[in-house]
């Protein structure tokens, strides 16, 4: 593993942006939450992208990887829910981003267990700021 890379341990923080969209959040009940598919892999075979919150530069304020999109949500998960689900998260630095990481494996499961590990790991959410804009959240 290369030197810039850094071990995910189970009991670390992997904060999740929700984009501020129906698609993306459910209400359960009196309960917002973010929905299964706030956690479809990207396209391109990358995975859910993620940060670290160990890894932030000021791990007091996570809600600073919202800076380019203020009325996205910001939920948080452990990397031991995501590995109960037979996934991995991986450290994946980008330039200006040192936090950044990867859930990875959803791709090689079946459709059916991609769908429950991705409302497992939706259900498992905290929220750190639920996102804004209430008309898109039909509020």
Not at 38 to 56: H, I, M, N, Q, W
Not at 79 to 104: F, K, M, Q, S, Y
Request: aromatic fraction near 2%; glycine fraction near 10%; charged fraction near 30%.
């Amino acid at each position: 593993m290369p030197d810039d890379h850094e071990v995910i341990h189970d009991d670390d923080a992997l904060l999740r942006r929700v984009r501020s969209q129906p698609a993306m959040v459910r209400q359960t009940g009196d309960r917002l939450r973010p929905s299964s598919a706030a956690f479809k892999p990207s396209t391109d075979g990358g995975g859910v992208s993620v940060d670290v919150r160990r890894l932030l530069p000021d791990r007091t304020d996570p809600t600073s990887v919202l800076a380019e999109r203020p009325s996205d949500g910001l939920a948080e998960v452990r990397a031991a829910t995501v590995r109960g689900c037979g996934l991995d998260v991986l450290h994946d630095p980008t330039e200006g981003n040192v936090a950044h990481a990867n859930i990875v494996g959803l791709v090689r499961l079946s459709k059916s267990l991609q769908k429950r590990a991705r409302r497992t790991l939706a259900e498992a959410c905290v929220w750190v700021r639920e996102p804004s804009g209430g008309e898109a959240l039909g509020g």
